[in-house]
Structure formats: structure tokens, C-alpha cells
């Protein structure tokens, strides 16, 4: 195979329409270069000549799919310009998640030995498997709802484990959104929040990083609901994530340090434990750190 002086093949024996190319989180390149402006447009030349080739050779190609948690594509890269974005339609609002009916469906067998390992009714494990995994919308519409696919394979896999925060567990921070966490104050989002609906996931890369639109596009919000005049409600999707946002405020705010003397236990612990309940974010997210955790849950 020949190859050109930036090591791409000149094989010129790829027949039309013969390659798929998939790309996941194609921005984490960028976020990491948020606050470094040189740096950050260095890495946006490389990938534009990556995408300036796929462009010319879109002849061989059959199928492009990529995701990211940011907006703004051909701001950044106009050589994107013909790509479909499908990020908010219904008819792709199941796509990256399992429907209940899927689940019911298709894994029966793991649902019974879960019934069994934490002695459940099949009717309140699905309530529990609801409120801990489930609850996300992707759509503009609001009208289909997911559960997190990692983290209910992860139970269905565990179930003597219990309800365990798998996706947060497993890395979901990503970078952007720490970077936003250094600088900015607690935010809750335990009560519905009222934006307009072209605001929901509409972050940007570079320069208006919205905190709402970046969380619902991490995964942290979701729409809750579409108001007739067209705003989206967001909010958490479950407990879950309103337990990993908790956890991610502390770890940001304490930096790790107890609330009080070396006695008592870690806040970013308890609530990875399940020790405060998620319903009550405005103790979990208070800047009075003198109150020690066991003050906290008796609020």
C-alpha cells in the first residue's frame, strides 16, 4: 500500500461506497484543550486536515457516524457541512439507550434472577431500575424515554450488588464539564429548569459554554418535558446521576478534605454510598461545610 508524506493510503482500489467509518466522542481532543486557546487550535487544524480527506474521498464512503457532547460542528469544521445532525429527533430518540420494552424483552431471564438475588417483585424492580437508570429523553419532542444502557447491563450482571452508580463509576467525566466545575458554583437541577428547547444541547466548544447545555449533553440533564411554547424543562433523569453530580460538587468543592474532624466520613463517600438521599440536593450541595454528615442527613 502507498502511502503519502502524512502516512494516508493512495490505494486507489477502494470501490465506491465501501467503507464505514464510526467516530465516538470526536471532540474529547478539544475539550481537553479548554483554557489553552494555542493549544486548542493546534489540535482543531490536525482534525480539520483529518476531516478535509475524508471530505474529498467521500466517494468510498458508505456509511459516517459520530458523536460528541459538544454543538457548534461546522463552526469548528466546515468541512462537515454535509453531515445530518439527528441528535434531536424522535425518530432516533431510542437509538443510545434501552426502551423498557427491550428490556422486558430481551432479558427476562437476568430480570428473575435479579427478582431473586434482591427478593423483588418484577413490578418494583422495574419501578427501582426506572428511578435508578432510566428517565432519559433525547428528542425535541420528549416523547421517548431510555434507561443507560451500561449501567443496567452492569446490575443485570450484579444484581446482589444492588443499585450501584455504574456509568458515573465507569467515567463519566468527562473533561469539559470538570473544567466547568473548577469555575463555576454549585448548580441544582433537582427541580425541573425552564430553558428554551434551541438551548438543550446546544453547547459550544470554544466560547459559550452554556452549564445546562453542556450537562444534558454529557448525559448529567435530560429534557423532562416540551411546553407549548417551546421550552424544554430539564432536569435529572434519575437517581443515579443526581447522586454522581453530588458526588462530582463535593469532590470539586472539598477537594477531598472531611467535613469535620477525622471522624467523620468522607462526603464524596456517603453520597457514592447512598447515605443522603437525592431528593435533597439543596443539603448536599450547601457551602456550609461546618455541619457534619450525620447534621446533613437529619436536615
Known sequence: MELDKRGWSRDSTLK????VILIDEYDAPLTKCIGNPTLFEDVRRLMRSFFRMLQ??????????????????TDLFPE???????????AYGTLIGFTEEEIEAN????????????????????????????????????????????????????????????????????????KLLAHAGPLSFAEAKRIPLSEAGAARTK?????????????YLTIRAVTAD???????????????????YAGE??????LEGPE?????????DGAVEPELPAVYYSRDFGRSVSDLKRS
Open 16 to 19: 465506491p461506497a465501501s467503507l
Open 56 to 73: 474529498e474521498n467521500d466517494r468510498i464512503l458508505r456509511f459516517f457516524f459520530m458523536t460528541g457532547i459538544t454543538g457548534g460542528l
Open 80 to 90: 462537515l457541512h454535509h453531515l445530518e445532525d439527528i441528535s434531536r429527533k424522535p
Open 107 to 178: 432479558f427476562g431471564a437476568c430480570l428473575e434472577s435479579a427478582q431473586s438475588a434482591l427478593r423483588m417483585s418484577r413490578e418494583e424492580l422495574m419501578e427501582s431500575l426506572r428511578g435508578y437508570y432510566g428517565g432519559y429523553s433525547f428528542d425535541n419532542k420528549a416523547s421517548t424515554h431510555v434507561f443507560c444502557p451500561w449501567s443496567v447491563l452492569n446490575f443485570l450482571k450484579y444484581p446482589e450488588r444492588g443499585f450501584r452508580n455504574y456509568w458515573f463509576e465507569s467515567g463519566g467525566r468527562p473533561a469539559i464539564l470538570m
Open 207 to 219: 466560547d459559550d459554554i452554556r452549564p445546562e447545555a453542556l450537562l444534558e449533553q454529557a448525559g
Open 230 to 248: 417551546g421550552s424544554a424543562l430539564i432536569g435529572y433523569p434519575n437517581k443515579e446521576v443526581s447522586i454522581s453530580m453530588a458526588e462530582l
Open 253 to 258: 468543592l472539598l477537594r477531598g478534605k472531611p
Open 264 to 272: 467523620e466520613p468522607m462526603l464524596s463517600e456517603t453520597l457514592r
